[in-house]
């Protein structure tokens, strides 16, 4: 059975440098190319997948936050971050919260390839860079969908009563929940669980939310 391996990002030409590796490695797949976070999640719904390459910034995402979406509601299936970032923490923190590869777009085909068949066989691939645990990591992927949902509202600089409204909750609710984000996260407030979750971008310096 001819396996689909689902690659997104914004950039058609960079979507081809992708699908030749892929061709070069899943022969016989059939490869369904998203340009959003949306559409690789229509993609994946609409069928199995082998594994999803997904960039980290498209029109409707931006850093590791669609990683731990798509690996919660996906858990088996393989995903290789492709990003322009070349950070180590960001390719350490993809590998702590269950990415299976992470490959920099400036690395040459030959490497695409080779980091693409370690995962079809099984394996991680990571720059040797990466490494390393990071206990705060840990901490936010520790919250609920709806406490990420919340959390990100927060971020927005969204009122108690703006979140309730998004969400369709009460605010009594969102009360609830920021006050378990901020227990889990172990931070005494919404400005300092702000400064955490920066962790989860990928081109912005993070701050010591001790010192918030």
Do not use: C
Request: hydrophobic share 50%; proline share 4%; net charge negative.
């Amino acid at each position: 059975m001819t396996g689909r391996i689902v690659i997104a990002d914004d950039h058609p030409l960079f979507r081809s440098a992708l699908a030749h590796a892929v061709g070069k490695v899943w022969e016989r797949a059939a490869i369904i190319e998203a340009s959003t976070a949306a559409e690789a999640r229509a993609a994946l719904e609409a069928g199995e997948a082998e594994a999803l390459l997904l960039d980290l910034h498209m029109a409707d995402s931006s850093g590791l936050s669609v990683l731990m979406d798509l690996r919660q509601d996906y858990p088996a299936l393989p995903i290789v971050i492709v990003s322009a970032s070349e950070e180590p923490r960001v390719a350490a923190a993809a590998a702590q919260l269950g990415a299976a590869g992470f490959i920099p777009k400036s690395a040459s085909l030959e490497a695409m390839r080779e980091g693409l068949a370690a995962v079809q066989g099984g394996d991680a691939w990571f720059p040797q860079s990466a490494a390393g645990e990071d206990n705060d990591l840990a901490r936010i992927a520790s919250l609920t969908p709806a406490q990420r949902r919340i959390l990100a509202g927060i971020r927005q600089g969204f009122l108690n009563k703006q979140i309730a409204y998004e969400l369709a909750i009460s605010e009594a609710t969102v009360k609830a929940h920021i006050t378990a984000i901020l227990r889990k996260l172990g931070v005494g407030s919404r400005t300092q669980a702000v400064l955490l979750a920066a962790k989860l971008d990928v081109d912005q310096p993070v701050a010591d939310p001790a010192r918030a």
